[in-house]
């Protein structure tokens, strides 16, 4: 049996996300989807793990809305928030750029907030923001 309407299949946000960043910051960043396994031996480059918050169909078959909860951790919160700040630009450069399979119509700011991560009480905390974007996608 066939629908009557299209089928449109949404690029994943993540991927999308995480292979334009990976081209645009400092060599040595890590940039996944997920923390590394010896994430603390890796907060000198910096790292960025970036995952689908959630989002919703804009226009049908054309466009959907996705928020992206992109954790930022450095050696330092300076360090931190410079590659928050690092990650919001890019993110912004992004719109209208031809990306790997997405064309990004809209990028928009939610929230940037301070939330060091410890592992546990015998360690010290690991700087980290979380920057909040939401992303207007398409279909390449």
Known sequence: MS???PVVQ???AEQ??????RGKLPAGT????????DLESRLDAGIVAVTRGGGAVDLPF???DVTLDIDLLG???????????QVRGWLYAASREPTPGALIYRVRDVSLVWLPYQPSAETDPIPR???VMELRIRPA
């Open 30 to 37: 890590v940039v996944g989807t997920e923390w590394p396994d």
């Open 3 to 5: 629908s009557p309407l």
């Open 10 to 12: 949404f690029p994943d």
């Open 16 to 21: 999308v996300a995480t292979t334009y960043l």
């Open 62 to 64: 054309v466009t959907e």
């Open 75 to 85: 050696q330092s919160k300076k360090a931190a928030h410079t590659l928050a700040q």
């Open 129 to 131: 923001y979380v920057l």
